[in-house]
Nanobody, 121 residues
């Protein structure tokens, strides 16, 4: 089992920055793919950014050039640096950890409780 705790959310003005952290416990996440999702009121949860165990990052088009995902395996933590924030970035942000493929052919997903990000115009 992996427990994930997000932090760093809050209220920020248009154009501002926030850095989200996702601290993992219960297992080392160095072999896990990690990702950040967000969910706005009345909308589905959407992928924002992902990073492989090898450090390759991918981003949703709306955040490319503004957000950066990174990981510090020594600290068992993943980060999301968010710059040039816009009101449409307002959402609850969730951290996700996906396990490596097991011998039984399964992958397991773990989620944090989420942290609210609100961007005022």
């Amino acid at each position: 089992q992996v427990q994930l705790v997000e932090s760093g959310g809050g209220l920020v003005q248009f154009g501002g920055s926030l850095r989200l952290s996702c601290a993992a416990s219960g297992s080392e996440i160095s072999s896990f793919a990690m990702a950040w999702y967000h969910q706005a009121p009345g909308k589905q949860r959407e992928l924002v950014a992902a990073i492989t165990s090898g450090g390759t990052a991918n981003y949703a088009d709306p955040v490319k050039g503004r957000f950066t995902i990174s990981r510090d395996n020594a600290k068992n933590t993943v980060y999301l640096q968010m710059n040039s924030l816009k009101p449409e970035d307002t959402a609850v942000y969730y951290c996700n950890a996906q396990s490596p493929l097991t011998s039984g052919g399964y992958k397991y997903d773990f989620w944090g409780q989420g942290t609210q990000v609100t961007v005022s115009s």
